[in-house]
């Protein structure tokens, strides 16, 4: 029986084919030996039976009367090939037991250092942030361009971590933008946001809310 998959990487379904097959091999092999152990023409109740090494010719040598010979040579030889292929195919379970096993730890380990590279990325690739929302007005300019409370900001126009020193920064940023848009970018949930904000006057106070 040839390897399962051919070469392709060997799943669950292969490793199930070759018990299936190894339980047929054993079923087949029982059936011969049970085949042996019945065999006799005499129809005696005593009988022993014939077994893989019993003799086959009576105490003058000659064929025995009371079995099938070609029967009992048929049955031990194919136990004889069942049994190498018994063993073929036990060795093909556990070569695919091993690639399987092989196969899902490799997959395991490599989840992991995905999962670690990702974090790791995260956390180098996201900027540190000077302020944080702790409110926003409904209807306000900020509520427009999508702002949300906890949003922490990274930049804010040209206003960065490097360079912000308090909120005044931003607000002169506000009033010199007054009426076009402005770059704004926030770390929302552990990712980076980008927001278009164009500071106006509206109902309520400031060009911001």
Not at 25 to 43: D, H, T, V
Not at 112 to 137: I, W, Y
Not at 176 to 205: D, F, M, N, Q, Y
Request: glycine share 8%; proline share 4%.
């Amino acid at each position: 029986m040839a390897e399962p998959g051919g070469g392709r990487p060997v799943t669950v379904s292969d490793v199930q084919q070759l018990v299936r097959r190894k339980d047929e091999i054993e079923a087949q092999i029982k059936a011969c030996y049970e085949l042996l152990e019945g065999e006799s023409a005499s129809g005696m109740e005593d009988r022993s039976g014939v077994g893989m090494h019993e003799p086959l010719v009576d105490a003058e040598g000659f064929p025995r009367a009371d079995i099938d010979l070609y029967q009992v040579r048929t049955a031990r030889h194919n136990i004889i090939c069942l049994q190498n292929d018994h063993k073929a195919v036990m060795k093909q379970v556990e070569e695919a037991l091993h690639k399987l096993h092989a196969r899902e730890k490799e997959k395991h380990a490599r989840d992991e250092a995905e999962a670690l590279a990702e974090a790791r990325s995260q956390n180098q690739s996201l900027p540190q942030a000077f302020a944080k929302v702790n409110a926003v007005t409904p209807g306000s300019p900020a509520s427009v361009s999508g702002l949300q409370v906890d949003d922490e900001i990274v930049e804010f126009g040209s206003v960065n971590v490097n360079n912000f020193q308090n909120l005044q920064n931003i607000a002169t940023v506000v009033q010199h933008s007054e009426g076009r848009p402005l770059s704004v970018t926030v770390i929302r949930g552990g990712r980076r946001v980008h927001v278009g904000l164009t500071p106006k006057r509206w109902a309520g106070k400031g060009l911001l809310g």
